[in-house]
């Protein structure tokens, strides 16, 4: 639990701007003036203006590290289980495609001009290799079997007619046609799809359709979740000061979407000493933190990666809100992102530290960046990025209202956040926005 700041430093000040926005804001105010003077340092708490890293250099830093380190070996999975993963290899054709001649339609296969003698045995898909036709001959074919050799074409059901045995042609026969010829699509060997491709149903269908049984992936990165704080219930209405944990229920499937596997949630109080065991003891590539990054007497994520000799590689965001997230290099390989224990805070630090480091460690390519002019002008902090909440409305950014850093009102109702820069934004200006895996309608995503 971290107490209000009761002084009148400048990030007490921020709190209070950023909370009273929050609140009071119906329709956005205009933004105020770009490059307006920035308030005088902090002396106390932690982290401090001086220490935090622009928004933008953050992300590139947590990217950077999912490189740095030693990365998971590719693993080999069967189909359904790569859903959501990225291929760790080109996927090649295990076969030509079509792998045989195929009928594209219903109907007959003739070979020499007609009227053509109608075969008695028809050729239907899933069997073997018919008999080739001779000049004059005809046979019923259906769609996807073989088509036998010496076929000139195929004659659709509907633009042919039998009489006493023979099959006339309606209309004129093109040599080949709604034939698909072997290797058509592709040859044994091709490559379909390069390395770092996100499995997608569609690429499971075309890898069934190659020959695969299993693919070659990038594991999914190991990540456990450490709740910490005394206050928190994990079921029942909130008495007597302590409040429901949002985090525990709302991390995992996140995480899960931006590529993680989950292998643990483990509540662990306020007791430093239990921070200290769980981190020296995980498995996990990733360690996510919440609560406990910022400077009250029980904020134990700083004193623990000073103890156990982590590298800070990220100490504080110019970024609202979240502003006190932090992201670790523990040893080679794994690393902690320390989620402020604000809702909407450790959302942004979701997305701001523990997105681009899992995207990197899953080897998933980064999005292309969305943007869309908003709306509504949006109130900027003077100094640091806002990350807002918005709803897409005719596909134009609208803020939500209920934003606050302890909220997570808007960010349920929302389509994206939106990327405010310092100084806020004019109505019509292009805004960048963040995806959020639900909204699959809107800019992409989803919770695979
Ligand atoms: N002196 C300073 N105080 C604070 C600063 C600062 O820079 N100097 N920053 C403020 C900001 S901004 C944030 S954000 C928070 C971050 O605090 P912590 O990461 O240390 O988190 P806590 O103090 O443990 O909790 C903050 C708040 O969030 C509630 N919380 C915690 N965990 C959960 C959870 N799993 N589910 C729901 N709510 C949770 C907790 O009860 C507190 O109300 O620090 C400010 N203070
Ligand atoms: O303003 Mo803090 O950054 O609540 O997240």
């Known amino acids: 639990m971290t107490p209000r700041a009761a002084g009148t430093g400048t990030d007490a000040d921020d709190l209070y701007v950023e909370e009273a926005l929050a609140l009071v804001q119906d329709a956005p ?77 219903d109907g007959w296969v003739v070979a020499g001009p007609g009227p053509w003698a109608v075969r008695d045995k028809g050729v239907l898909a899933g069997h073997a290799t018919p008999a080739p036709l001779t000049d004059g001959e005809a046979a019923r074919i259906a769609t996807g079997a073989r088509v036998p050799a010496d076929t000139t074409a195929v004659l659709r059901t509907e633009h042919g007619r039998t009489e006493a045995g023979r099959l006339h042609a309606l209309r004129d026969v093109v040599p080949g046609q709604d034939i698909r010829p072997r290797g058509q699509e592709c040859r044994s060997g091709d490559q379909l799809l390069p390395a770092g491709t996100a499995v997608t149903p569609a690429v499971l269908g075309l890898a069934a359709a190659a020959g695969y049984d299993t693919l070659t992936v990038a594991p999914r990165p190991r990540a456990e979740i450490l709740v910490l704080g005394d206050e928190l219930l994990t ?48 498995g996990a590539d990733v360690l996510l933190t919440t609560g406990g990054t910022a400077a009250g007497p029980v904020d134990h994520v700083h004193p623990t990666l000073g103890r156990i000799g982590a590298e800070l590689l990220v100490d504080g965001v110019q970024v609202r809100p979240g502003h006190p997230m932090l992201l670790a290099r523990i040893q080679d390989g794994q690393h902690l992102v320390g989620l402020p224990g604000n809702p909407l805070a450790a ?33 900027g902090h003077p100094h640091d990025t806002r990350l807002v909440p918005v709803v897409l409305r005719g596909g134009g950014p609208v803020p939500l209202r209920y934003n606050g850093p302890a909220m997570l009102r808007g960010i349920a109702a929302a389509d994206a956040l939106a990327v405010v820069p310092p100084g806020g934004a004019r109505a019509g200006q292009e805004a960048e926005l963040l995806a959020l895996p639900w909204a699959t309608g809107a800019i992409g995503g989803c919770f695979t």
Do not use: C, K, N, Y
């Not at 890293?53 to 080999?76: C, D, L």
């Not at 007597?240 to 709302?250: E, N, T």
């Not at 997105?355 to 002019?373: D, N």
């Open 235 to 282: 079921e029942g209405l909130p008495h007597g000061g302590l409040i429901r944990d949002a985090l525990g229920p709302m991390l995992p499937s996140w995480l899960r979407a931006l590529g993680a596997e989950v292998i643990a949630v483990r509540r662990l109080g306020d007791d430093a000493e239990a921070l200290h065991r769980a981190v020296t003891d995980s």
């Open 347 to 379: 959302v942004s630090a979701l997305l701001t530290l523990a997105e681009p480091l899992l995207r990197g460690l899953a080897a998933r390519p980064a999005p292309e960046p969305s943007g869309r002019p908003l709306r509504e002008a949006v109130q």
């Open 29 to 105: 105010v205009p933004p105020s003036v770009p490059g307006a003077p920035a308030s005088p340092a902090p002396t106390g708490g932690r982290p401090d203006r001086r220490r935090a890293t622009p928004w933008r250099e953050a992300r590139a830093i947590a990217a950077r590290a999912a490189r740095g380190g030693t990365r998971r070996a590719p693993v080999s999975v069967p189909l359904q289980a790569a859903l959501g993963l990225t291929l760790a290899a080109p996927l090649t054709a295990l076969t030509d495609l079509p792998s045989f001649d195929t009928s594209a339609m």
